[in-house]
């Protein structure tokens, strides 16, 4: 049985969840054990049982985020269950789990992994390195894996099945962190898991400007981003910037406005599926990345987007 | 306080990535090693953390003695000194295994990473230190700051952030926003001259993974290009040609 962690935010399966479902149902050879900390909403089992998943252990007794309590009872579903293989979302939440999954359970641990395994030759999976410069091809050598995989990197499938509920109550355990404080900007899309993403940079001439930024990117359903420069003058918080050191992501579609492309910055967004790049230098290097190019002042074709975006709206 | 910074040495940021020997190791020709950025961030916060609560900082690398120059820029930054594990870092669990048995013996009550290597990105020390040492970690930390024999971290969540108070020892991992790094000046150069660097051999440790081959993304088509004059046309071509957008 291939087991996968399923990230419980505030009861809502995410499509990273039902990615992991779908990859580990892919490579299960019996059933997908999935497990999940905190109560889901209602129908929410049913979206992992339409991508593979055959039973949920929901975990009670946990009330906050603790990395040290939430491993002790995955990992003790996982072994009572002799589940071998574990799939996450490389989510911050997957991220911070996933290594310490891998020690509790002996196994080989992998991240930031970008396809299906190859078990042609041993177990071979494909992971980004390089922050988007390469790929390396690493062969997972314990018989327990855990494989963190990147979201919007592999084919999500349906595969419905008939899904179990099981409930299973945490033991006590010693909690040495506590949440004091959360804010998130309400009704955002994740920047790592937006589909498309609109993104500016200096060429956007100052942060009033971005209202238009916004506007398409409302349009398109589109999380925003932003160059490294306009992260570092406070024009956007780092949590929108997309490169080397800031977030790499891999959209179907992004959209890069008034950025030049250094290789740093091409290096977080150059997996995207179709990148389209607006500069009025026709020298900018991004052009050579991109798959589809426009010439020109943002301020002059901005708005026409809109419109366009707009127009085919309604 | 004593406070431990693991420190990966990588390609310079603006490195064009290629690899030799049938594309299984990285090709190094030209290439500037520097200290990974986001463990300059934990190096930089340590020494500010110590100048203000008093203690030590202790940098520790997993790598040959080719690291050695790299190391001695972070001593010249302000650490006191260093330890170097003489083995290649095979991946992030054998990084891990090294640190911990430094970090067993050490009595050290902080333990800082980046949040990932920008070289294979793994993001897993972190964590992996964590569960090796049964420590709290708390991973991509915009904050860290001590009070009263406890740390208090921010980090990032999927969508905003999060204030965590945590029990010490405790391993974190810094993201962008913690600090600005510092940049060594003459007379932090001078004294890292002369400050201990320490070479330790490894513990015996299993391989759980082998890197097999490196490949460089496909390379992209020319540019299809649209005037200006006609943006809009573009979600015309995004929706019916390239079938990106609904």
């Known amino acids: ?314 | 306080m004593k406070i431990l910074v693991c420190m990966s040495v990588v390609p310079d940021t603006t490195t064009k990535i290629s690899f030799t020997d049938n594309n299984t190791k990285l090709n190094t020709q030209g290439v500037q090693f520097i200290i990974n950025p986001y463990d300059e961030l934990s190096l930089t916060r340590a020494i500010e953390l110590t100048e203000k609560h008093g203690g030590t900082v202790t940098v520790a690398n997993v790598g040959k003695a080719d690291a050695d120059a790299v190391i001695r820029k972070a001593l010249a930054i302000g650490a006191n000194d260093a330890i170097r594990i003489n083995a290649d870092p095979v991946d992030g669990q054998y990084v891990a295994e090294q640190l911990a048995h430094v970090i067993r013996s050490g009595g050290y009550d902080l333990v800082l990473t980046g949040r990932e290597s920008i070289d294979y990105n793994g993001g897993q020390v972190c964590g992996l230190l964590g569960e090796l040492l049964s420590w709290p970690a708390v991973n991509v930390c915009t904050r860290i700051d001590l009070e009263n024999g406890k740390a208090i971290f921010e980090r990032d969540i999927d969508g905003g952030r999060q204030t965590v108070t945590s029990s010490l020892p405790a391993v974190a991992s810094a993201q962008k926003d913690l600090c600005e790094p510092r940049i060594p000046n003459m007379k932090g150069i001078m004294a890292a001259r002369t400050k201990p660097l320490t070479v330790v051999e490894p513990v015996a440790v299993e391989f759980a993974s082998t890197y097999r081959q490196f490949e460089t993304p496909a390379p992209k088509q020319a540019v299809k290009l649209i005037d200006a004059a006609n943006a809009g046309q573009l979600i015309d071509l995004l929706r019916n040609e390239a079938k990106i957008i609904a």
């Open chain 1, 1 to 314: 049985m291939t087991g996968i962690y399923a990230e419980n935010s505030e009861g809502i399966f995410k499509k990273s969840v039902l990615e992991a479902a779908s990859y580990a149902s892919r490579i299960s050879n019996g059933g997908v054990l999935a497990v999940c900390i905190g109560q889901p909403k209602d129908g929410e089992a049913d979206k992992l049982a339409q991508y593979g998943v055959s039973k949920l252990i929901v975990v009670d007794g946990i009330p906050a985020f603790d990395s040290q309590a939430y491993t002790a009872e995955i990992t003790k579903i996982f072994s009572a269950n002799q589940v071998q293989h574990i799939v996450l979302a490389n989510t911050y939440e997957g991220k911070t789990l996933a290594p310490r999954i891998s020690v509790a359970m002996n196994a080989s641990l992998a991240t930031n992994v970008v396809d299906f395994p190859d078990t042609s030759n041993g177990f071979r999976i494909r992971r980004g390195v390089f922050s988007g410069k390469g790929f390396a091809i690493v062969e997972l050598n314990k018989t327990n894996k855990v494989i963190a995989i990147t979201p919007n990197s592999t084919e999500l499938k349906q595969n419905p099945v008939t899904i179990s509920i099981e409930h299973s109550q945490a033991a006590a355990h010693q909690i040495n962190t506590e949440i004091t404080a959360t804010s998130k900007a309400a009704g955002k899309i994740p920047l790592t898991e937006a589909e498309v993403v609109v993104s500016a940079g200096r060429g956007m001439k100052g942060p009033e400007n971005w209202k238009m930024v916004e506007e398409l990117a409302e349009l398109l359903g589109a999380a925003t981003a932003c160059s490294k420069p306009v992260a570092d003058m406070d024009w956007r918080p780092h949590n929108e910037h997309v490169g080397q050191t800031g977030i790499t992501i891999k959209p179907n579609l992004y959209i890069a406005i008034g950025i030049s492309g250094a290789i740093q910055h091409l290096a977080g967004v150059s997996s995207s599926k179709v990148i389209v790049v607006i500069n009025k230098d026709p020298e900018a290097p991004f052009f050579k990345a991109a798959d589809y190019g426009i010439v020109g002042d943002a301020f002059d074709v901005l708005p026409q987007l809109i419109e366009a975006a707009r127009a085919s709206k309604n």
